[in-house]
């Protein structure tokens, strides 16, 4: 499956960005999805996944109740819509799929697409 990540840009903190990852290839809906970040000088982390069917998400614990990721196996789309953005979450973000209906945690995506840049200003 190939994966391509959009929607990043420059918000001032307390906005909002919503990415989106389209997908093509093979069939979207067989993947548990994820979004990662990588902020400079720092290791790439995972910010939430979705299984297969949308049924369960999970979240990094600093973005609890500001994002939320949901997905269209209709549309082969992938969401993020982040509100309450904070300068800490400046960082480049990349959506990934795993070879696996349910995410699992610390498991390695098979895919990634290519990241876009969120920058959030003070």
């Known amino acids: 499956v190939q994966l391509q990540a959009s929607g990043g840009g420059l918000v001032q903190a307390g906005g909002s960005l919503r990415l989106s990852c389209a997908a093509s290839?093979?069939?979207?809906?067989?993947?548990?999805m994820g979004w990662f970040r990588q902020a400079p000088g720092k290791e790439r982390e995972s910010v939430a996944a979705?299984?297969?069917?949308?049924?369960?998400?999970y979240y990094l614990d600093s973005v609890k109740g500001r994002f939320t990721i949901s997905r269209d196996n209709a549309k082969n789309t992938m969401y993020l819509q982040m509100n309450s953005l904070k300068t800490e979450d400046t960082a480049v973000y990349y959506c990934?799929?795993?070879?696996?209906?349910?995410?699992?945690?610390?498991?390695?995506?098979?895919?990634w697409g290519q990241g876009t840049l969120v920058t959030v200003s003070s």
């Open positions: 979705i299984n297969w069917m949308g049924g369960s998400t």
């Open positions: 990934a799929a795993q070879n696996s209906h349910f995410w699992i945690p610390h498991g390695a995506p098979g895919y």
């Open positions: 290839g093979r069939s979207f809906s067989n993947y548990a």
